[in-house]
């Protein structure tokens, strides 16, 4: 049985075509979700990485992951960087949504720890996979702090 509530599935010949990239849901959603819970992973977790492949990743301004060099990147770094890229947009709209939900928050904050772990620990195995991993976590050095001064709620 399927792990995730809810899902896209990636070609990498397609991303950042402007195709797209439709959201498969699994039927436990309905059942493990509130309706507000599954529609907040729906639009901030999952449309971001729908639209993130739609348009390619930017992850610097001269990096974006796209259909010409997604290929190259092993697979447990794509998907890394896409869900800490999402978990973090999902932080974003606690803010602009006005959530108090600590579990929810901490729920977030584990998938960004447990993704950042991943993309810190699987060894590059070519320069611009090195490139690209470093980038990508130079994005978020300051966003813990940020977070701190922005929620509606004191974190630690």
């Given at each position: ?21 439709p ?9 493990e ?42 697979p ?35 998938g ?24 990508q ?20």
């Open positions: 049985e399927m792990n995730f509530l809810a899902f896209i599935l990636l070609a990498t010949d397609t991303a950042g075509k402007k195709k797209k990239f959201i498969f849901v699994n039927p436990r959603s309905f059942k979700l509130s309706e507000v819970e599954f529609t907040y992973n729906l639009l901030d977790h999952e449309y971001f990485h729908a639209a993130d492949f739609h348009h390619g990743i930017t992850v610097s301004k001269d990096i974006t992951l796209d259909h010409t060099n997604l290929g190259i990147l092993q447990e770094i794509i998907i890394a960087i896409a869900d800490i890229r999402a978990f973090f947009n999902q932080l974003e709209q606690i803010k602009k949504r006005k959530i108090s939900n600590r579990d929810y928050f901490n729920n977030l904050v584990n960004v720890l447990k993704y950042h772990e991943i993309l810190t620990t699987t060894a590059p195995q070519n320069e611009f996979e090195t490139e690209v991993v470093q980038a976590l130079s994005n978020y050095q300051h966003i813990f702090s940020t977070l701190k001064k922005t929620l509606p709620f004191q974190i630690r």
